[in-house]
């Protein structure tokens, strides 16, 4: 009798009080889920165009100013764990000799500070006081490119360079250049002209190698103009460590059977 | 007490949401939005009608079920010819929500006898 009552007034359609209560339920339920928070934010926005995220995203925090932190937070670390390998070194004599190894490889594989002697060659867009109007001449030779750096870089590489920095970004394993508008990301860094290009090795090759007639720097300094490009040897340079990340995702050490 | 039950289901149904933990990537979150505020329009109409004793449940959903699915057609049609017709959607709704609630307000205030309501006849 009582279970009809409350049957009879659950399910009587002047009743008002439960199919609100029974939506305000499910509404409940789905604002819940549809709540963005951090942790869901870029999941949720995945499919928007990528104009409309990073709107979103700056008007959520500033991306730039959290990934440089981590940057310096970053080798802080990496200086951290040298530190902490030397230490422990020093207590025996085997480790001792893995330590030796192990950072004979962190230097080859860019994660500690180099110097040595090099050259030192900056590349800057071209500013004339006269012409200010795009109008005149081919102002794309008169930029420095994304191209122009990488060409710089392999041509570094070959004439034997130990390591090289661009602004100093160390150019290591994964290193890109990215034209992005008007900067140029090295390392998914922001830099832009004046570009800084240090390299370490045997000063005279690397010096009659980047000047090259034919070769991209020349090809600058002709189309362009020659104020865009200075070329130093340089006694002593230092060459900072590669900051970027490190962590592999997909790729493993095979097993034993498979080398 | 029929508000507090209102009020009640509504925070559980936001408990329960929390503790699901789903979360819909791509573009069905916004099918989800579009599901929430389809949803808050109905609730408000519904009370707006029990308030003033016109409510039938047979209307109110009906009249939920059809909304959700035209909301979601003209949302899928936007989706696919490019129009961002989401927000076309979350704005008539959020339209019919500020009416309902002004109405709603209006009733109370009527009944409480405020002096700006004596001459007007009906909401």
């Known amino acids: 009798m009582n279970s009809n009552k409350l049957y009879d007034e659950l399910f009587d359609s002047s009743n008002w009080i439960f199919p609100v209560s029974l939506l305000s339920l499910v509404s409940g339920i789905c604002i819940s889920i549809g709540w963005m928070n951090t942790d869901n934010r870029s999941k949720v926005l995945e499919k928007l165009d990528a104009e409309q995220r990073v709107r979103i995203n700056f008007g959520n925090f500033d991306l730039s100013a959290e990934y440089n932190k981590q940057l310096e937070e970053v080798k802080k670390l990496r200086e951290e764990n040298t530190k902490f390998q030397n230490a422990v070194a020093e207590k025996t004599g085997h480790a001792k000799l893995l330590n030796e190894s192990l950072q004979e490889l962190k230097m080859y594989a860019g994660f500690t500070q180099l110097e040595g002697p090099g050259v030192l060659i900056t590349l800057k867009d071209f500013v004339s006081k006269e012409r200010q109007s795009a109008l005149f001449g081919n102002i794309n030779y008169e930029i420095i490119h994304s191209s122009d750096l990488l060409d710089v870089a392999n041509l570094l590489w070959n004439a034997g360079a130990e390591a090289i920095s661009i602004n100093s970004q160390r150019i290591a394993q994964g290193s890109h250049f990215w034209c992005f508008g008007s900067t140029i990301r090295i390392n998914g860094v922001q830099t832009s002209s004046p570009f800084y290009i240090k390299a370490i090795g045997d000063p005279d090759t690397l010096f009659g190698a980047v000047l090259l007639p034919g070769e991209r720097i020349n090809q600058i300094m002709t189309l362009g103009n020659e104020d865009m490009v200075k070329v130093e040897k340089v006694d002593k340079i230092i060459i900072p460590a590669y900051s970027g990340t490190t962590i592999l995702k997909h790729a493993k050490i095979p097993d034993g059977e498979s080398l | ?123």
């Open chain 2, 1 to 123: 007490m029929k508000w507090l039950i209102i009020f009640l289901s509504f925070i559980s149904g936001l408990f329960i949401g929390w503790k699901l933990n789903l979360v819909f990537p791509h573009i069905g979150g916004s099918y989800i939005a579009v599901l929430s505020i389809t949803l808050l329009d109905s609730i408000v109409g519904g009370v707006k009608c029990g308030v003033v004793n016109k409510f039938s449940s047979y209307l109110f959903y009906s009249g939920f079920i059809f909304n959700v699915i035209v909301a979601y057609g003209l949302a899928w049609i936007g989706d696919n010819i490019g129009i961002d017709l989401f927000l076309s959607i979350t704005v008539i709704f959020a339209w019919r929500i500020f009416n309902n609630i002004s109405a709603l307000r209006r009733m109370y205030l009527k009944n409480k006898g405020f002096p700006f309501f004596k001459k007007e006849e009906g909401l």
